[in-house]
């Protein structure tokens, strides 16, 4: 028979509907009776199971014992939905049912559509076993293999109604995990009952059983031990004496009979073990002890792991008075477990111990222990609630879901990455109840069988490609729930919140004042108001914030500055607190919020920043974002910008500084932070002035151009001087340049020049406008002639100066001369006209030398400012920044026209080259150049620290204070830095007098 014609028998159309082994299901079908092939209500539920090949076996079988049961599901829809759905996930219930065929009818009518109470349940479990469900302490008739196996029997009744509204959908997946905990509560209550029938003296001793783990969570799976623990009291004899040994011996042996009756192998097999381990000394400890001995036992003995297990403790069996005494006295100490030396740290050890026993070949499989499996949530969601919920009642659940729900709403866990965490766990708990329910065995291993892999897809509802779909679903969830662990489970923040003494954490007024003063507050009633008006109120933001502000006080309080930092970031959160990434990126990245403190704290200058561009705070999340961009890409932005505004050059001009403020605060970071050393700032610091300069003088160009109606009839150049040609800009540098133009064929000179005039007037008066970021002044007074001089000049122009009028000084000044802007053919005109007077063939004579050092002795003694402290100028004074650059330029003008290594416009990069030509010693290279890093740090720490430029280290001992811990010196030590100054800056002015001054 060929495959069309095998499509056309009922096999093959069984086959094409969902059937494994269509012949087998046509001969199952035929055994059901003649009338159950066209059955066509009863084939769209057997195809509509997870497995419709195991749900027509156990109907089939079922059948056998009842017929009855095929009129019943023709006439009750939702019964036949119920047993076929129950019939085609579970293979172990099948046989329950077939064993008691009397079972099938638990799953007719409305009632098993509606959820039982806890009190039903443990009244059908207690009249199962013979015991009276309104007796305090029921006791069953007998202990006999018959009452347990009435339990069992009794259990999987009402286990079989539960798995039917799961499976169709009627209950949802916490429902499920609440009904089983609360089954498993009446079935340890049974198991008590059964215990007490042999032990008729039991009424001299109060038992409780608290569930621990899932049972106490009410998040139990359907095959799981049942985690208890036993606390005990005696009660007072006839004659009003209390044996408390004698109490605890019949106590112990009820916990054993009652573990027993549970566990217990019967001809209905056992319910599962009950397991006793996480008491106190666990196994090698007694099985029941009293509440004071607990508590003695927790108080000192206790380990980390004992604390969080106790997070769960629930009273679920026996004297609920009692058990409730127990789980009251054991969550005053779980809730203060997180301030105990290394919790974090032992958590975080004992879950990784957990994850190590996993067996190699099932870690990938395993939805329990492995990566990204239910562990990895429940650990997380455990760690924040104890860390936290000692301050923060409202986290204190049992129950995963909803303590992650309140983690979420008190802004601990971002909202997106809990919905993440909910949906994989609720996921992972009914794919883990699928695979349980197959056979009633306890696993949390995906199986490999494809058979197996399609019940589960189908199970969850999958249909067009259940295994293939099941697999990725299940591999998405496992990848997202693996990040968000790592994420939040190793938080920086949360040993830093474990640490924090409760005055601390809570900040309270009356105590932090106080605390404020110790930690270096100088202002702690201003403090105060700040930390304030950032908690204050039931909003998300003001959560979280009552979760950072503790710590980050530690992490100000470690700052120069913490008032100035504290001030900041108020300021920052003012601004960008309704920003959802702000709060949520300070407190899932505590890097990023302890990188911020420091910062806030140290430096004004990029506190302004921030000020003026708050979302620059995401790059402090990565070093790589604080790597300086390449110039191509920001000139390439820049240019973009101004594009958008072709006619509004001043609009431009703000959107480029914008730029220039967001990369100002990139470099500034890096250089706070040790990402990069000082040359790498002058680098990109100049850089960015090159970028600024283009744009505005592209803006400038068009602005002049549209007020004339015409192109502008000449090229156009910057030229870049001074500190910026020499790329050694620092924060507060102006821009030394000068500029050229060149007449286009058939422009006249004059035109030309206007145009030109316009431009560079236009750039300047662009770049001076009023803004809130730190200005780009233009200083044009390096050009010919300086302030008496024309400000632009023609190639031409600058020629037949440099030929005819040119003094040494102006040959000194063009070593730094570098293109910065405008057209570059022309920057290079400019430059090979200079290279003759700056780098003159046979070297400069020795007149010139003589003037350029009588220069050298003059600027000294003129233009140090009055009052100033020679000795720490970090420009003029000896040994300082002048005195190096002033020898690197001499070696220049002497040796630069035959040794092409020595041209170059940087002083460092001079005087390496010197090194390498035999011109200087290495040493005194060492000693200038170290003086030359020292002293340019120190300009720049002054302007990062004050938010404004000076030469002198400062004579005010604060602010020596807080530059010297910018640049790295432990506080109180300010005085170590003048003495590194004084002593670097002596030796580089020994070699400069020696080098300088040699014939």
Known sequence: MNAASRMQTTAGRLAMIGFADGARAERLLDELGPEAVGDFDLLDSLVVAADPDLALTSLNRLTEQDPSVLGALRADPGLRGRLLGVFGVSAALGEHVVRHPEHWRLLGGAQVATRPTSQQLRADLLLAVGADPEDPEPRATDASTATLVALRVAYRGRLLQLAARDITGAASPTEVTAELSELAGAALEAGLAIARAEHPESGSVRLAVIGMGKCGARELNYISDVDVVFVAEPREDAAGTVDETKALQLATRLAQGMMRACSASTPEGSLWEVDAALRPEGKAGPLVRTLASHQAYYRRWAKTWEFQALLKARPVAGDSELGEQYVSAMNEMVWQAATRDRFVEDVQAMRRRVEEHVRADEAERQLKLGPGGLRDIEFAVQLLQLVHGRLDPLLRRRATLSALAALSRGGYVAREDAKALAEAYTFLRQVEHLIQLHRLRRTHVVPEDVTDLRRLGRGLGMTSDPVGEFTTRWRRHAMEVRRLHEKLFYRPLLQAVARLPESEARLSATAAQARLEALGYTDPAGALRHISALTSGVSRRAAIQRTLLPVMLGWFADAPDPDAGLLGFRQISDRLGATPWYLRLLRDETAVAARLARLLGTSRYVTGLLLHAPDAVAMLASDAELDPRPPEALLAEARATVGR???????????????????????????????????????????????????????????????????????????????????????????????????????????????????????????????????????????????????????????????????????????????????????????????????????????????????????????????????????????????????????????????????????????????????????????????????????????????????????????????????????????????????????????????????
């Open 645 to 999: 505004y072709p006619a509004h050059a001043e609009n431009a001009v703000v959107a480029v500084r914008g730029l220039r403020r967001r990369e100002l605060l990139r470099t500034a970071v890096a250089d706070l932070n040790g990402h990069i050393d000082i040359e790498q700032v002058g680098l990109a610091l100049s850089a960015l002035n090159d970028t600024t300069i283009q744009a505005a003088l592209d803006a400038a160009i068009g602005k002049v151009e549209m007020e004339r109606s015409a192109p502008l009839g000449t090229r156009f150049a910057v030229i870049a001087m001074g500190r910026l040609g020499g790329l050694e800009s620092s924060y507060g540098s102006d821009a030394d340049v000068m500029f050229v133009h060149a007449p286009l064929e058939g422009v006249s000179e004059r035109k030309s020049t206007d145009a030109a005039f316009a431009v560079a007037n236009e750039l300047r008066r662009l770049l001076a406008l009023p803004a809130p970021d730190p200005p780009l002044l233009i200083d044009p007074d390096l050009r010919p002639e300086g302030r008496q001089g024309p400000l632009v000049r023609t190639l031409a122009s600058y020629a037949a100066y440099y030929e005819r009028w040119s003094a040494s000084w102006e040959s000194q000044a063009l070593l730094r001369a570098r293109f910065s802007a405008g057209d570059p053919s022309l920057g290079a005109d400019l430059l090979a006209l200079a290279d003759p007077l700056r780098y003159p063939p046979g070297g400069i004579s020795d007149t010139a030398v003589l003037q350029i050092r009588k220069l050298k002795a003059r600027m000294e003694a003129e233009r140090l400012p009055r009052g100033a402290d020679p000795a720490l100028h970090t420009k003029l004074g000896p040994g300082g920044l002048s005195d190096v650059e002033w020898v690197a330029q001499l070696i220049q003008l002497r040796h630069a026209g035959r040794l092409p290594s020595l041209r170059t416009t940087r002083t460092l990069e001079t005087l390496r080259a010197a090194v390498a030509e035999g011109l200087l010693p290495a040493d005194d290279e060492a000693e200038l150049a170290q003086a030359w890093r020292f002293a340019s740090r120190i300009r720049d720490a002054i302007v990062l620290v004050r938010g404004r430029a000076a030469d002198s280290i400062p004579a005010d001992l604060r602010d020596r204070a807080l530059i010297s811990r910018a640049l790295g010196y432990p506080p109180d030590s300010s005085e170590d830095l003048v003495e590194d100054y004084r002593r670097i800056t002596r030796r580089a002015r020994r070699v400069m007098e020696r080098v300088f001054y040699e014939d």
